[in-house]
């Protein structure tokens, strides 16, 4: 046990205890909305998680220039999934596709609201058959902008795989508690004189 607590940065009050980090294996991804069922959360292979971006806004001052937040943008995010042998993940996932426009007749729904669907990406801490979750990311207003069906070769072994790429329109942290990180007051909204 000494090493664990001799061995991490010293912090501003001498602790050296080593924190564990959150381990990347440890996850699991699931799509709530018509036609998903529990198949592709048991085929993913990995995920990326959300991004975010600011848009910078330049203020040309008297002698320099002031930076300010923008409006955000949240990065698609990329899931890899098995082709399973019964077909159910790769049909599932174009049902989907298939709600969003339906290709063969060439029509569309009226509203996003009719084919978007949410998406849960959770850590968790490895214990089984019930897993803690440390952290949730939940996806609403969720849509397919991309899909590639993997490839196909006699001379390899590989499982065939599908990479989805996943637009949504905002995105909400979680942790352990269920506790909402990016939800409540940004800070004092006092209006003042300055942009700082």
């Known amino acids: 046990m ?3 607590t001799t061995l ?11 924190i564990m980090p959150k381990l990347q294996y440890r996850f699991r991804v699931t799509f709530d909305g018509d036609g998903f069922s529990a198949n592709p959360t048991r085929n993913v292979i990995s995920t990326s998680r959300p991004g975010l971006t600011h848009e910078p806004v330049q203020i040309d001052a008297y002698n320099s220039r002031i930076y300010l937040a923008g409006k955000h943008t949240w990065e698609p995010i990329s899931i890899v999934l098995r082709d399973d042998i019964d077909g159910v993940t790769l049909r599932e996932l174009n049902q989907q596709l298939n709600r969003q426009v339906d290709h063969a007749n060439q029509s569309s729904i009226r509203a996003g609201a009719g084919y978007k669907f949410t998406t849960k990406v959770e850590t968790l801490d490895g214990q089984n058959p019930t897993p803690g979750v440390l952290d949730t990311f939940e996806l609403s207003g969720c849509y397919i902008t991309n899909i590639q069906y993997g490839d196909m070769a006699y001379a390899s072994s590989e499982q065939v795989q599908v990479t989805v790429q996943i637009q949504y329109d905002n995105a909400e942290i979680f942790d352990a508690n269920g506790n909402a990180t990016l939800t409540g007051n940004g800070g004092d909204n006092t209006l003042v004189n300055a942009t700082g």
């Open 2 to 4: 000494a090493v664990l």
């Open 8 to 18: 991490g940065v010293p912090d501003n009050a001498g602790n050296t205890t080593t």
